[in-house]
Nanobody
Framework: QVQLVESGGGLVQAGGSLRLSCAASGIIFSRNAMAWYRQPPGKQRELVASITSGSTSNYADSVKDRFTISRDNAKNTVYLQMNSLEPEDTAVYYC???????WGQGTQVTVSS
């Protein structure tokens, strides 16, 4: 059974940083591309960043040069380092295994101005 557990969210002031973690189980983690999505209040879920099994990454234009996605295959974990946070980054953040339907419970990120 595939499970995803996100952590690391919280309340931060604009300009601050947070690092999100997502621990995956039930899959051969190293073979799968992973992604971070977010859902701002009252809006649709959107793709933030993705990383292939070979660690090639892609980012939404809104987070380029501020966010970094990475993975540790030994720990079955994907990370999202978020710097220079803006109030517009406020959302519930979810990780996902690309090609699978499962979602984690999400972690709330709130950025105050």
């Amino acid at each position: 059974q595939v499970q995803l557990v996100e952590s690391g969210g919280g309340l931060v002031q604009a300009g601050g940083s947070l690092r999100l973690s997502c621990a995956a189980s039930g899959i051969i983690f190293s073979r799968n591309a992973m992604a971070w999505y977010r859902q701002p209040p009252g809006k649709q879920r959107e793709l933030v960043a993705s990383i292939t099994s070979g660690s090639t990454s892609n980012y939404a234009d809104s987070v380029k040069d501020r966010f970094t996605i990475s993975r540790d295959n030994a720990k079955n974990t994907v990370y999202l380092q978020m710097n220079s946070l803006e109030p517009e980054d406020t959302a519930v953040y979810y990780c996902k295994i690309l090609g699978f339907r499962s979602w984690g419970q999400g972690t709330q990120v709130t950025v105050s101005s």
